[in-house]
């Protein structure tokens, strides 16, 4: 297992933006196929979006398809989640996840293995 690590989280009002990111202690992100999930207070952990160990293969859940993408910079070793035009709804604790593996898709919790601790991201209405 490796260590992911979140940051990018915060405040931001209806409509606003915000990026996440996420790179993995002491590892390049190669090989690893990678996952964005967020979870609501009472709510189940749920997928948002992945991408797989070449960088070339992308996947978001339906809710995330207009508005979030999600890339990876090789050269940075990070993974990002760009979010657009957020909403109250939106409001969750983000988790970045990964997986050393080639397998795709990859949208459940259980196809990964190493989780971050979590970004706070607040929409305001």
């Known amino acids: 297992q490796v260590q992911p690590v979140e940051s990018g989280g915060g405040l931001v009002q209806t409509g606003g933006s915000l990026t996440l990111s996420c790179t993995i202690s002491g590892r390049t992100l190669s090989g690893f196929g990678m996952g964005w999930f967020r979870q609501s207070p009472g709510k189940n952990r749920e997928f948002v979006a992945a991408i797989n160990w070449s960088g070339y293969g992308t996947y978001r859940s339906m809710f995330a398809k207009d508005r979030f993408n999600i890339s990876r910079d090789m050269v940075k070793n990070t993974l990002y989640l760009q979010m657009n035009n957020l909403k109250p709804e939106d409001t969750a604790v983000y988790y970045c996840?990964?997986?050393?593996?080639?397998?795709?898709?990859?949208?459940?919790?259980?196809?990964?293995?190493?989780w971050g601790q979590g970004t706070q991201v607040t929409v305001s209405s």
């Open positions: 996840a990964a997986e050393l593996t080639k397998r795709w898709p990859l949208v459940s919790v259980d196809d990964f293995g190493s």
